[in-house]
C-alpha cells in the first residue's frame, strides 16, 4: 500500500507468504472488497476478500 503518488510505502497488504512472488497487477474492488492480485511467474490471479472501513 502506497500514497497517492506511489512515493511511500504506507503498509504491505499482501506478503510471500501468501505464495506471491513480484506480483504484476494489484486491483481493489471497492463494491466487493476484493483485492485481486496477479503474479507473472506463476500465472495465477489471487482473490483476497478484505474488511470495509
Known sequence: ??????RQK?????TEE???DK???VYYNENTGALIVGN???KYI????TTNM
Not at 1 to 6: I, K, P, Q, S
Not at 10 to 14: H, I, T, Y
Not at 46 to 49: E, G, I, M, S, Y
Open 18 to 20: 501468501y505464495g506471491l
Open 23 to 25: 506480483p504484476t497487477l
Open 40 to 42: 507473472h511467474r506463476n
Open 10 to 14: 504506507l503498509a504491505e497488504v499482501v
Open 1 to 6: 500500500m502506497v500514497d497517492r503518488e506511489g
Open 46 to 49: 489471487r482473490v483476497f476478500k
